[in-house]
């Protein structure tokens, strides 16, 4: 069975730009959800969407976004870049009754200047 | 606030060595994870443990769950150079995938 895949693994932006990333979840997993790793906070929880609607949300800005689509397929946005949003992205999916179970894609590389 | 303390943050032994690695929080969690996570990769799922006291073995590799569900621990029997890598514990609530992370353990094993 393939795994989560994410795409793009490497972004370069400017500061005020956006930005789009795109998460494949495992076939069958309907649940998606997303986190921001940096170094000095480790593993950030962003949202997490199940059925093509947000079903949790972390502390962060409206500034970053995200949507499922009917095939659980998921992206996020991130509007008005910022130099601290540079970090990896990862995109985690998981069995509805079993969300906590988070298999993890290799994630985005972004980087912000 | 980190709602998920680990320890130590580093830790670099010689090949063979046994180690501990705790999880610990104020808070109570239904479930708690464990992953493992290499340079450049994602985390990779070790264990789900859901029941407080409850002990489970992966090979060299046991982790407990907390009588009060509020703190876990990894033991790793005669570490291998293969064990090295970033560990992170998650708790959840619930069946839900909003996990709050610790913010991990750097294992180096030498040979």
């Known amino acids: 069975k393939a795994g989560v895949t994410q795409t793009p693994r490497y972004l370069i932006k400017t500061r005020g730009q956006q930005v789009t990333l795109s998460c494949s979840p495992i076939?069958?997993?309907?649940?998606v959800s997303w986190y921001q790793q940096t170094p000095g906070q480790g593993l950030q929880f962003l949202f997490e969407?199940?059925?093509?609607?947000?079903?949790n949300k972390g502390n962060f800005p409206g500034r970053f976004s995200g949507r499922q689509f009917s095939n659980s397929r998921s992206e996020m946005n991130v509007s008005t870049l910022e130099l601290g949003d540079s970090a990896l992205y990862l995109c985690?999916?998981?069995?509805?009754?079993?969300?906590?179970?988070?298999?993890f894609g290799p994630g985005t590389r972004l980087t912000v200047t | 606030t980190q709602l998920l303390e680990q320890s130590p943050q580093f830790l670099s032994i010689q090949e063979g060595e046994n180690l501990t690695v705790y999880c610990n929080s104020s808070?109570?969690?239904?479930?708690l994870q464990w992953y493992r996570q290499e340079p450049g990769e994602g985390p990779v799922l070790l264990v789900t443990?859901?029941?407080?006291?409850e002990v489970k073995k992966l090979k060299r590799l046991t982790f407990q769950f907390g009588d009060a569900r509020k703190d876990s621990s990894l033991h790793i029997t005669a570490a291998q150079t293969g064990d090295t890598g970033l560990y992170l514990c998650?708790?959840?609530?619930?069946?839900?995938?909003?996990?709050?992370f610790g913010k991990g353990t750097k294992l180096s094993v030498k040979p």
């Open positions: 443990v859901v029941t407080g006291g």
């Open positions: 808070s109570v969690f239904s479930s």
């Open positions: 076939s069958g997993h309907r649940s």
């Open positions: 998650a708790g959840g609530w619930g069946s839900q995938g909003n996990l709050i």
């Open positions: 969407y199940f059925s093509e609607t947000q079903r």
């Open positions: 985690a999916s998981s069995f509805r009754d079993r969300a906590y179970e988070q298999y």
